[in-house]
């Protein structure tokens, strides 16, 4: 059974930072794609990062040099450092796996712009201005 925890959102003001967390268990951490998306009421599912099981990664160009995706395979979780967050930051964030895909950041990326495989309940991120 795969299970996704994320953890670590909260309220900040604009211009602050937050560490996301997914804590991972059920499978084989290391050895399939994950990543982060984002949702708010109203809004389409929005692909936040990808991380591939070569390690490589993908940020979506709205975030790209404010955020980062990584992993620490020996407590097997996922992380997502956030800097110089934005009110349009706004919205939950959840941790996505797909045990049945492999490979670099780019073969990843369907997992968080399509929601394959599994996600977890989701961590509120809401930045004021």
């Known amino acids: 059974q795969v299970e996704l925890v994320e953890s670590g959102g909260g309220s900040v003001q604009a211009g602050g930072s937050l560490r996301l967390s997914c804590t991972a268990s059920g499978y084989t951490y290391s050895s399939y794609c994950m990543g982060w998306f984002r949702q708010s009421p109203g809004r389409e599912r929005e692909a936040v990062a990808a991380?591939?099981?070569?390690?490589?990664?993908w940020h979506a160009e709205s975030v790209k040099g404010r955020f980062t995706v990584s992993r620490d395979n020996i407590k097997r979780i996922l992380y997502l450092d956030m800097m110089s967050l934005k009110p349009e930051d706004s919205a939950m964030y959840y941790c996505?796996?797909?045990?049945?895909?492999?490979?670099?950041?780019?073969?990843?990326?369907?997992?968080?712009?399509?929601?394959?495989?599994?996600r977890g309940q989701g961590t509120q991120v809401t930045v004021s201005s």
């Open positions: 996505a796996a797909d045990t049945s895909r492999k490979g670099s950041a780019g073969s990843c990326y369907p997992v968080v712009r399509y929601g394959l495989g599994y």
């Open positions: 991380l591939g099981t070569d390690g490589s990664t």
